[in-house]
């Protein structure tokens, strides 16, 4: 049997510029062309079981690259003995809403621009039968820091390849909280219709600056998401909303997701149809110039800062490639060891394991891949053998 051939690397690692459970993401350049991207390193004893994610990845991303200027592109990909190399696009500009932030006004238009780029690629995506699974405000990152540069959609560590005969194939609980759809926590089968609830979510953040189903338990987010329970409220912070954009947003958070307009469905609401859509008119600028709705969205994002929100059991990278992948399998001996030194999105770290009563497992006692404050956590449930997270009730 032939010995793999050794070939010498191209790529020269630099700074990093995140890290998750299985990856750091670096700054790279090709040593031959000078060219810098962001660079995925993920490490193989972290993986063992799961190497078929990252190839799923390398699979998706092969499919889609160059095929929409809003989707960021795989350049290379190449492994050695201890570790996976994934070369991407660098995208210097910062995330989405942190860019928003660090403007000097920020209308409906622009809101509306930003959704018409997401929805576009979303389209595209689903065009070619995948479906993201984790589309949110950090996943969508700028180009470069220049003032027209191109939005980049990110991160496909939960994408997935629909069977074109199965709208609904897929049963793994898998997202970011907060972004995710009814379907995903009832385990009805999913498809398709969970990047448009996410779609939905982010467009009311882009609009007010928190999210529709904050709430103060991960337990309360769950059953507002579940039950579609949310509101334009407060009024001060929707005064300047126009209700075509609400009616987008009504229509994205369809709790049926049979009912949930499609990505082409909605480039074709008026919302996104046209970029002339009626907005808000600001009464104190004769000009007809429409309202300002950066104040209210910065208030609201520094107001949601200050406090700790609801989290689920769930972890991610909050790097602009992150390695967050789940298979719907219980945690291994390695993934454990890995827990202690990966970090939750919102920078806590993984706690060990506990004990608790499993609330949709029949009430029998598990244990709890994460613990968290508070009395529940969505945890993966080992002790009734589920192969799916489940919401535990801690002892």
């Known amino acids: 049997m032939s ?220 059953q507002a998401i579940c039950n579609g329970d949310y509101k334009f409220a407060p009024a001060e912070y929707w005064a300047g909303v126009s209700e075509t954009a609400k009616s987008f947003v009504r229509a994205c958070l369809t709790v049926d997701p049979v009912n949930r307009p499609t990505a082409a469905g909605l480039l074709s609401h008026p919302w996104l149809k046209s970029e002339d859509a009626p907005f808000v008119q600001d009464p104190e600028k004769p000009s007809g110039e429409s309202v300002n709705l950066l104040p209210n969205v910065k208030k609201a994002f520094d107001a949601k800062k200050t406090r700790k929100p609801a989290s689920f059991g769930i972890a991610h990278s909050s790097s602009p490639c992150s390695s967050g992948y789940d298979d719907g399998q219980p945690a291994t001996a390695s993934e454990r060891t890995a827990s202690e030194h990966g970090r939750h999105a919102g920078g806590r770290a993984r706690a060990p394991a506990q004990r608790g009563r499993c609330i949709q497992g029949g009430g029998r006692e598990g244990e709890c891949r994460f613990a968290h404050a508070g009395r529940y956590a969505s945890s993966r449930c080992i002790g009734c053998r589920s192969d799916t997270w489940h919401l535990m009730e801690l002892s």
């Not at 095929?67 to 190449?78: A, E, K, T």
Request: net charge neutral; with cysteine; hydrophobic share 35%.
């Open 3 to 222: 010995k793999p051939v050794t070939v010498p690397c191209q790529y020269k690692t630099g700074k990093t510029l995140g890290s998750g459970t299985y990856a750091v993401v670096k700054e790279c350049v090709h040593i031959k062309t000078g060219k810098y991207y962001a660079c995925k390193v993920l490490n193989k004893k972290f993986l063992t079981g799961r190497e078929h994610m990252v190839r799923n990845e390398i699979k998706i991303l092969k499919k889609v690259s160059e095929g929409h200027p809003n989707i960021v592109q795989l350049h290379d990909f190449f492994e050695t003995t201890h570790n996976l190399y994934l070369v991407f696009d660098l995208c210097t500009g910062g995330e989405l809403f942190d860019r928003i932030c660090a403007r000097g006004s920020y209308y409906e238009k622009d809101a509306a621009n930003i959704v018409r780029t997401i929805v576009s690629a979303v389209k595209y995506l689903h065009d070619q039968g995948i479906v993201h699974r984790d589309l949110k405000p950090e996943n969508i990152l700028f180009k470069s820091k220049a003032e027209d540069a191109d939005l980049m959609l990110a991160d496909f560590g939960l994408s997935k390849v629909l069977d074109e005969e199965n709208f609904s194939i897929l049963t793994t609980t898998c997202g970011t909280p907060g972004y995710m759809a009814p379907e995903i926590f009832k385990k009805a089968g999913h498809g398709k219709p969970v990047d448009i609830w996410a779609i939905g979510v982010i467009t009311y953040f882009l609009l007010c600056g928190y999210t529709p189903f904050d709430r103060e338990s991960q337990y309360q987010e769950m």
